[in-house]
């Protein structure tokens, strides 16, 4: 599928963006594609045919900031330049993090995998965490001995504990046939707040409802006011690589359309459409966010080439 763009539809939502001042984008997995991170609904799943390690410790964090894509750097850009530009992301692989997109506009719809919180939602116990895995024992097996025995996991522990890693070939567990070791709550991280409760990563999983505060802050973007108390208008919303199926995340598309803004929608696959769909007058642009957005972009956020 090839990147390439419509020049008038370009020129047209240039000309756009360089009246907005007020701009959301809700951001999807598709953002993430041309970093290796496979897609929710796309072929492969969440994130198979990625090494986890290397997105999710410290070091990595530090040293391989080459992961995020241009896509990203060019949001986090457009978030310094544009103080009424807010993000809204669906992701929780920490790219725009890692982008340095400013904190305070970007709004993470569904969390992050690198928080860990209380599963008691009474106990506020929060902690960044980049260890993986979070406790020895939920180390993946490797294939020298029985993965469901308790002597497999006290191997595994000793092997991260000794950094050895490595002996035998890990096991492929995203393979349902493949057995895993069973595990009890003991071997499990607990909250040190409350020291009662386990901890557990800070998505949102189905059926959980949005972090409160990450709603309150969107509706307060979505409701501003002028100073002399009209309503303020939403210019734009850029609906970049989510195939727009997951609610309340979808319904944003719609919320900022009924504050007047224009849709501008990247992915590769335009036919990917919320229920209420797209319409005449929306700018499609199909093919892949990390080569479109820094080109759409451009006129304000200049070249974004990232900073390695
Ligand atoms: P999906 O996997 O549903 O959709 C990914 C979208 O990205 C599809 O529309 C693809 O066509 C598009 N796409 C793929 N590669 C692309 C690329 N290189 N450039 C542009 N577009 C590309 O993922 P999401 O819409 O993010 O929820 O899924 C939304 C939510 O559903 C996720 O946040 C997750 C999931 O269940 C939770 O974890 C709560």
Known sequence: ???????????SFHSHLGQSKRILALLGAGLSASSGLPTFRGAGGLWRTHDS????????????PGLPNPAHYALAELAR?????????????????????PPEQLQLLHGTLFELK??????????TNFTDPVVPALEIPTGSM??????????????????????????????????????????????????????RPG???FGEALPRDVLDT???????????????KIDLIMVIGTSAQVTPAASYIDFA????????????????????????????FQGDAAILVPELLKPVTGDVTPKI
């Open 81 to 101: 330049k544009m103080p009424g530009f807010m993000t809204l992301s669906q992701n929780v692989d920490g790219l725009s993090q890692r982008a340095s997109h």
């Open 118 to 127: 209380c599963t008691n939602e009474d106990c506020d116990y929060r902690e």
């Open 203 to 205: 998505v949102v999983w």
């Open 218 to 232: 969107v509706d307060d973007f979505l409701e501003a006011r002028t100073e002399d108390g009209r309503p303020e």
């Open 1 to 11: 599928m090839s990147s390439s763009m419509n020049q008038s539809d370009l020129e």
């Open 257 to 284: 359309r009924a504050k007047g803004a224009m849709v501008c929608v990247v992915n590769m696959d335009t036919n990917d459409a919320p229920s209420s769909g797209w319409r005449e007058g929306d700018w499609l």
């Open 146 to 199: 029985d993965p469901r025995s308790d002597e497999a996991r006290k191997e595994a522990s000793k092997q991260l504990q000794a950094q050895a890693g490595g002996k035998g070939e890990d096991l492929d567990i995203s393979d349902a046939n493949v057995p895993i070791p069973s595990l009890t709550a003991a071997d499990l991280p607990h909250c040190p707040k409350c020291k009662t409760n386990l901890l």
């Open 53 to 64: 390690i290397s997105l999710a410790t410290p070091e990595a964090f530090e040293e391989d």
